[in-house]
């Protein structure tokens, strides 16, 4: 559990705009981006878990708004996530 909230603080860290920043979209995309990677990680062994799959495609969908939004108020911050996690390839 500590390694867990230690990766989401690392997380946050990385991406956030200014010091107390823990809501921004891009820091949103960037916890949407490690807990897809890992749900996928986990589906690739657990092929049957169909309430696992909804909650990654939901989380998918969240992300892809986010994206959208961000995306349609500043294009530049939108390329700069999409390189940064290595979306888009």
């Known amino acids: ?4 909230l230690l990766s989401k603080t ?13 809501g921004s979209p891009e820091v949103q995309i960037a916890l949407l981006t490690e807990r897809i990677n ?10 049957k878990d169909h309430h696992s799959r909804r909650g990654l495609l939901m989380m998918v ?3 892809r708004r986010l994206l959208d939004y961000v995306k349609d108020n500043d ?3 939108y390329r700069g996530i999409i ?4 979306l888009r390839r």
Do not use: F, P, S
């Open 83 to 86: 390189a940064e996690l290595g």
């Open 61 to 63: 969908g969240r992300r």
């Open 38 to 47: 890992h749900l996928t990680e986990h589906l690739k062994v657990h092929e």
């Open 75 to 77: 294009v530049e911050r």
């Open 1 to 4: 559990m500590a390694e867990k």
């Open 10 to 22: 690392a997380t946050i860290e990385q991406h956030r705009l200014h010091d107390t920043d823990t």
